[in-house]
Every structure is written in C-alpha cells, then in structure tokens.
C-alpha cells in the first residue's frame, strides 16, 4: 500500500561521504562489550547515516527527555569523527543499554542481536509522536529509507495455479549458511522455490481446502545499504558453525529479486564483522571498515590497523554490510 505521508524525502539521503576523514579512533572494551563495539564502528562508516548525524538535523528537533538512539548515535559519530584520542568508551551507549535491549555491560551479547536492537531503537525514535501513521508510512524513516526492504513471498498451489503474495518489510536479513560455500550459493538458496506439503499445505482460495503448494521468497524493494547475518549457529547442536563462506567485494543483487531480468543492482562490500571462538555461546568480535579515504581498516576494540581487500575477503564473516 502506497504511504500516506513520506517521513524523510529519499532525495535528501547522500551515499556518498560528504567529507574525508581520518579513520575515528578505537572503542575501549569493558571485558565482555566488543559486540557493541563492532556494530558502533560499523553504523559510524555507513555513509549516508554518518552524513545524517554529523548534520546534527535529528538533536535539533528531537524533543525526547529520557531516552532517544538518534541523539545517542548523532553524539557518538561526531565524537569518533572528530576525536584525537587513541581510544575512547562509548559510555552514553553502555549507559543506555537496557533500553536498547535486553543487554548488560557485564554480560557477553551477540553482534547480530545488538545490530537488530539498535536498528530498531533508531528507527523508534524517527517514529517519536507518528506511530498513528499507517504502516507503509512508518517505513519511510531515515533509517528505512537506508537499511530497509521488502521481501516477497510468492505461494503457488500446485493444483490450479493460484498465486498468493505477502510482503514483509526489513532491515537486515538472516541467511542459512548450510554446506554452502559462498555468498552468492547461500542466496540462491534463500530464493529457491520450497514444496509445502503435509502440515504445510496451503488453503487454496479456489478449491477451499488446504493444496499442495510452493513457496518462494525474493527481494522485492532492495535496501540502499544491504545488512546480511551469515547465521553460524547449528539449530539441531546449537554448535557454531566455523565454515568460511566467500563473499565478493561487489555483489549483483539482481538475480535475488521479485524480477529477476534487469539491469545489474550492484553493492559495494564496507564492513565486515567477524567473531572468532569455538562457540557462538563465547569468544570474541572485531571488525573491517571501510573509511571515508576509501582505504580499509581492522578495528578491534582499542586497536586500529590499516589492512587491503584481501585480508578482509579472507575472513570468517559474520555480518556483511554491502551499500548500493
């Protein structure tokens, strides 16, 4: 359904950094927080929201007392941007964790869960006093217009063709890594037509009665900037699994789409999150960004170090963010 209202105009998002920086400084780790830390870095060189918040457009307007993510990263980014220490504690995000989500600075998370809550969080306060709007509208927020999409699941009975579509909006998405061994057979996997049989059967709005049918879901709006989770965690053993999986510096999304036939929808690799350790119950997150001198960068808690491309294809990836 079209919005009613458009909460942030897509013409006033800017891909590209409006600025060359110096990569910002480290983030100090608190002993189990470097799952913060990495999704921090990893907001902070997203180009079109650093652009945002270094404008400092969402402080002066927002009127939130208690609690708002916006003014929290908009301070966080200008302080890394113009920051000559060597490293420095996120203390205002640490401070405000229990309203992000159902973290503790004592306590060790998970990167993936921290991304989802404080996407979630900054897309809260873009909807501060407009959470009457219809919900199409709702998902024309900055954050959206950057990190949303829209997927599509296609049913198709089996018997007499009918087709039934739904639509389900995102801001990242969670990938089944299986024995795949890249990127690109991991999504072809995502799209591929699945039978729904048994207790899965579909009721078929011809015939009235539950039919044999196959589901597939493709992306339907692609997101400006693609946020993907390599899911490393075993349902049936809840074992990490360790596999590297290939990811391309340039990824075609085209072949993923509700259309597949078109021009090439081209993403650019600019962070990579890795966690390191036996179990996902346990070890350690750091990172590669990509900064605004076009050069790529390890971030690992207090360290920084600059590396190339082929160090960062060769990691054991975790979340992957790919910008349009």
């Not at 105009?9 to 470097?34: A, V, Y």
């Not at 897309?123 to 009457?132: E, F, I, S, V």
């Not at 509208?137 to 999409?149: C, K, V, W």
């Not at 350790?277 to 050069?295: N, P, R, V």
């Amino acid at each position: 359904t079209p919005p009613q209202r458009i909460l942030f105009p897509p013409e006033n998002i800017c891909m590209d950094w409006l600025h060359t920086r110096r990569p910002g400084p480290g983030l100090r780790n608190l002993g189990s927080t470097c799952y913060v830390n990495v999704i921090l870095q990893c907001l902070t060189y997203t180009p079109p929201l650093a652009n945002y918040l270094l404008s400092r457009q969402h402080s002066q307007s927002c009127r939130q007392q208690v609690f708002c993510m916006m003014c929290i990263m908009e301070d966080h980014v200008r302080k890394i941007m113009y920051s000559l220490a060597n490293a420095i504690l996120p203390r205002a995000v640490l401070r405000s964790l229990r309203f992000i989500g159902e973290f503790k600075p004592d306590l060790a998370g998970d990167a993936y869960e921290f991304l989802c809550c404080a996407l979630s969080a900054m897309q809260n306060a873009c909807l501060t006093g407009r959470r009457a709007l219809d919900t199409s509208s709702q998902a024309t927020t900055l954050i959206y217009q950057i990190f949303g999409g829209f997927l599509r699941s296609r049913v198709v009975c089996l018997r007499c063709q009918a087709v039934s579509d739904s639509y389900k909006a995102f801001l990242e998405v969670l990938l089944k890594i299986k024995a795949a061994s890249s990127l690109t057979t991991i999504l072809e996997n995502f799209v591929k037509p699945r039978l729904l049989d048994g207790r899965q059967c579909m009721k078929c709005s011809r015939y009235r009665k539950k039919m044999i049918a196959s589901k597939k879901i493709t992306i339907h709006h692609a997101p400006r900037v693609l946020t993907l989770c390599l899911g490393r965690v075993d349902v049936r053993s809840s074992r990490k699994i360790s596999q590297v999986v290939e990811y391309p510096e340039c990824l075609d999304l085209q072949p993923y789409m509700s259309e597949a036939a078109g021009e090439p929808l081209l993403y650019s690799l600019y962070a990579v999150v890795v966690h390191s350790g036996e179990t996902c119950l346990a070890g350690h997150f750091f990172c590669y960004i990509k900064a605004s001198d076009g050069l790529w960068y390890k971030m690992d808690d207090e360290t920084m170090d600059d590396c190339d491309i082929h160090a960062v294809l060769g990691q054991q990836a975790y979340l992957l963010f790919y910008i349009r």
